[in-house]
C-alpha cells in the first residue's frame, strides 16, 4: 500500500476560488479519520452564514479529483462529481449548506468498484452511481448537524467500507502517478512513463481508475502545482512561469489556466 500511499504526501488538491467568495459564504475543510486519509483528501462544508442578498455561483476548478456532495437539509438528493478537464459553474440559491467528500485520484473507482470514465465531466445522481451509500446519506443526515457529527458518520461508513474492499495495488499504474506528481505535471507523457505498460495500456487503466488520460491528468496536476505556489501577477510575466511548467508560450499558458479555472491568471492571482 505504500504507492497508494504516497499519493496524499505528493498530491494536495486546492479549490482556491472559494477564499474570493461573497461576503457570508464560507468554505471549510477537515480531515478524515486517519485510517482513510489515504483514500479521501478531505470533508468539507461550503455555507452560507446569513441569507445572501442573490443567487451564488460556485465555482469549482479541476483537481483530478472525484466528489460526493448533498445540501444537508435536503440528503436524499445526493451526488457524484467525476473527474473534470475544465472548470465547473454552480449556480446556487441565496441560502445553503452543502457538505460533500474529496476522494483522492484512483480511491473513488478502488472502493466502489466504478469506471470513473462513466461520470467524468460531469455530475450524477449518486443513486444511479452507488446506491448503498446513497442511500446511508439520505437516511443517516439531517439539518443542524455539526461538522463534528458529519465527520463522525462518513468515519464510520467509509472505514467498514475499506474493511471489506480489495485494492488493487497495481504498481505499474501508481508508479505512473507517482512520476506525474513527483514532476509536477510537466513531463513528456509519451516517454517519461516507462512502467512495464504499453501506451494503450497506460490510457486504459487510467481511463478507469481516474477519469481521463495520463496526459490529461498530468494537465490538471500542473495547472494545480501553480496554484499551490500563489504567483503574483507581477512574477507571472517577470520569471516566465509558464515555461518552466513546459507550456509552449503564454498564450497557450493563459489558454489552459482559462480552461482549467474558468478565469485569466491575471485575474486569479491578481490583488
Known amino acids: 500500500m505504500n504507492a497508494i500511499d504516497s499519493i496524499r504526501d505528493l ?9 474570493q467568495s461573497a461576503e457570508n459564504v464560507t468554505y471549510f475543510e477537515f480531515l478524515p479519520h486517519p485510517q482513510l486519509q489515504r483514500y479521501i483528501y478531505c470533508y468539507w462544508e ?3 452564514s446569513a441569507p445572501l442578498h442573490e443567487p451564488f455561483i460556485y465555482r469549482v476548478v479541476a483537481d483530478g479529483c472525484i466528489d460526493i456532495y448533498f ?5 436524499a438528493d445526493n451526488w457524484v462529481m467525476g473527474f473534470c ?7 446556487l440559491e441565496n441560502n445553503f449548506h452543502y457538505v460533500g467528500v474529496r476522494f483522492l485520484p484512483t480511491m473513488f473507482p ?6 470513473a470514465s462513466t461520470i467524468s465531466n460531469k455530475y450524477e445522481a449518486l443513486n444511479n452511481v452507488i446506491p448503498e451509500t ?3 446519506i439520505s437516511s443517516q443526515f439531517h439539518e443542524g448537524m455539526s461538522n463534528s457529527e458529519v465527520s463522525m458518520l462518513f468515519n464510520r461508513w467509509f472505514i467498514n467500507m475499506v474493511s471489506k474492499v480489495e485494492f488493487d495495488a497495481d504498481n505499474r499504474l501508481y508508479e505512473a502517478i507517482g512520476i ?6 510537466v513531463l513528456n507523457v509519451e516517454t517519461d512513463l516507462d512502467t512495464g505498460l504499453s501506451a494503450r495500456q497506460l490510457r486504459r487503466i487510467f481511463e478507469f481508475y481516474i477519469g481521463d488520460t495520463p496526459k490529461t491528468f498530468s494537465k ?4 494545480q502545482n501553480i496554484l499551490r505556489a500563489k504567483p503574483s501577477t507581477q512574477s507571472l510575466r517577470k520569471n516566465k512561469l509558464f515555461f518552466d511548467a513546459g507550456y509552449y508560450d503564454q498564450a497557450h499558458f493563459i489558454k489552459e489556466f482559462r480552461n482549467f479555472y474558468g478565469v485569466t491568471p491575471s485575474r486569479a492571482f491578481g490583488r
Open 11 to 19: 498530491y494536495k488538491p486546492i479549490q482556491p476560488t472559494v477564499k
Open 220 to 223: 490538471v496536476v500542473r495547472f
Open 46 to 48: 461550503l455555507r452560507t
Open 180 to 185: 506525474i506528481l513527483q514532476n509536477s505535471g
Open 110 to 115: 478502488q472502493l466502489f468498484k466504478v469506471d
Open 85 to 91: 478537464k475544465k472548470y465547473t459553474e454552480f449556480p
Open 71 to 75: 445540501e444537508i437539509s435536503n440528503p
Open 134 to 136: 446513497a442511500a446511508f
